[in-house]
């Protein structure tokens, strides 16, 4: 199970197509606008498109599909508005707000309801009396992630928390790099951390502002501190007020105070639309500097994926880098960080701040490659053949005279393939299914010239720029092996073998 960049989707033929200005003609979930999604069957140019939910890929979650050319009758139509009403949740979240108030300004036995996952106002404890309940302490109400349960979907939306020891260097890094306020995406651990160092009253104050698609989080904050926001789509809950608020919030930068984005998304795959939603996060930035920074550029950003995206998210945002410190996680007892026996964690950051400025920790291992420009962790041993630090996953790789390169310590050279790969692997064989476009055996359906002949025929004539490159993949096909989000669902159960 050696990923580079493809994805499971493309194993099964389905891609996710990114339209200008889609959301206007995407039909709409609870989710907001849903993405379009093309099903390619093997050896017909174009697959069918249809429209699927963005923020649940598992059905049970949100069952929301419609065929792309699909006439959609008016009474399933008013269905979908009243399922849309009926699913409503309780609060707004100004009213959210004035809840908080009255609840924290309870004197004692304030309560939380474990299975309703809410704050009781005193008037409500009857109602939940049979319900699971517990006392939350004044450290509790100020690190919500520590009362509310993790979301555990298993097949992407599970909720893995920051441990401490990530949370800490990630806030600790920025605030040393000059960082005033952090848009905190899908980073509820790092939003909370901010407010507390600011109770300290230790260091400089922090602003932060958290976008996030769990509802959960509005009972907590107010309505400059959070907005009900789904990253794959770059929908505000909130509407037109919502997304004010993040655009006060990215202004407010250009008066000096620098500004950066934090996101730490789902790992179930769908770089492009997140990569798409970033890239819209960092244009409205650009049009809010002041007009002597005007020279373009994007806003800073630290994207926390695994490491097998690398591929993927370099091609649709190739200002950034991967770093090599490992991200944990508290709830995720597989990702622990090092050499404990455990397995260590996939999980990195991938950032367009400069790599030499972020200073990783030597005490967990990590040093200076002087050659490289760049902290790495200490199996990661430099090449002077490849003139790179070139371990991805944490092992000490070798290089491969044959291979000319250097590759994981667990791939032995093979004549046959004439390349490297695990010991056991279907020898001979790679690309058997051949490509899904053309037939081809030498390459797969992304790298084939045929297909992308289609695309830039269809951008042409579309005459539009994209922000996000179109997807094929210009690797060459001998590199590919298997699919990254294939892995990355195993996430939820089990770490990459290889
Ligand atoms: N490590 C982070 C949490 C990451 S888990 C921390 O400790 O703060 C992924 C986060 O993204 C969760 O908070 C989850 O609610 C959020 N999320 C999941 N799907 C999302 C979506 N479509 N849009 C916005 N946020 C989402
Ligand atoms: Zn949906
Ligand atoms: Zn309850
Ligand atoms: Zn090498
Ligand atoms: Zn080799």
Same mark, same amino acid.
């Given at each position: ?66 065929? &792309? ?31 908080? !108030? ?6 004692? &036995? ?129 509407? &037109? ?200 055996? !030498? ?45 990355? !669902? ?9």
């Amino acid at each position: 199970m050696d990923g580079d960049g493809a994805n499971e989707d493309e194993g099964l033929g389905i891609d996710v197509i990114l339209q200008q200005d889609g959301d206007k003609k995407a039909p709409s979930c609870l989710h907001g606008p849903a993405l379009l999604f093309e099903k390619v069957c093997r050896g017909e140019e174009k697959g069918r498109r249809f429209y699927a939910c963005s923020a649940c890929r598992d059905r049970k979650d949100c069952n929301f599909f419609q065929w &792309e050319d699909e006439k959609v009758s008016e009474a399933r139509l008013q269905a979908r508005e009243m399922e849309k009403q009926s699913k409503r949740p309780p609060f707004t979240h100004k009213e959210y707000c004035s809840r908080l !108030k009255r609840f924290a300004s309870q004197p004692a &036995e304030r309560m939380f309801c474990q299975d309703c996952q809410v704050l009781l106002l005193p008037s409500e404890r009857d109602a939940h009396a049979s319900h699971q309940s517990v006392e939350v302490s004044a450290a509790q109400l100020s690190r919500p992630s520590t009362l509310l349960r993790p979301l555990e979907n298993k097949k992407s939306n599970a909720q893995y928390l920051f441990t401490d020891r990530s949370a800490n260097f990630l806030l600790a890094t920025l605030a040393g790099l000059g960082y005033r306020r952090v848009l905190c995406v899908g980073t509820p651990r790092l939003h909370e951390l901010i407010k507390l160092r600011n109770q300290e009253k230790k260091d400089e104050p922090m602003k932060s502002l958290l976008l996030d698609i769990d509802l959960r989080y509005a009972q907590f904050y107010g309505e400059d501190e959070f907005c009900h926001y789904n990253m794959f789509n770059h929908h505000f809950f909130g509407g &037109e007020a919502c997304s004010q608020v993040l655009q006060a919030f990215l202004g407010e930068s250009g008066m000096g105070e620098k500004v950066v984005m934090v996101a730490d998304p789902p790992f179930g795959g769908l770089v492009n639309p997140l990569a798409h939603s970033f890239s819209l996060i960092s244009q409205a930035w650009r049009k809010l500097q002041s007009p002597d920074n005007d020279g373009g550029g994007d806003m800073p950003m630290v994207w926390v994926f695994p490491y097998f995206f690398e591929a993927r998210i370099l091609q649709c945002l190739p200002s950034l880098t991967m770093l090599d410190y490992q991200v944990d996680y508290d709830n995720h007892p597989l990702y622990k960080h090092g050499k404990t026996g455990r397995k260590q964690s996939p999980v990195r950051m991938f950032t367009n701040l400069s790599p030499r400025a972020v200073v990783l920790p030597a005490k967990e291992g990590y040093r200076l490659c002087a050659i490289c420009e760049r902290y790495v962790w200490s199996l990661n041993k430099h090449c002077a053949k490849c003139n790179v630090c070139p371990s991805k996953d944490g092992r000490e790789w070798r290089h491969c005279e044959k291979c000319e390169k250097c590759v994981k310590p667990s791939w032995k050279h093979c004549q046959k393939c004439g390349h490297c790969a695990l010991p056991g692997h279907p020898c001979g064989q790679e690309n058997k299914e051949g490509c899904f476009v053309c037939g081809s055996l !030498k390459h797969r359906r992304n790298a084939c010239k045929q297909r992308l002949a289609q695309r830039v025929n269809k951008a042409n004539a579309r005459g539009g720029k994209k922000l996000v490159p179109p997807r094929p993949a210009f690797k060459p096909a001998g590199k590919r092996k298997s699919g990254a989000s294939r892995r990355a !669902k195993k996430l939820a159960r089990a770490a990459p073998t290889s």
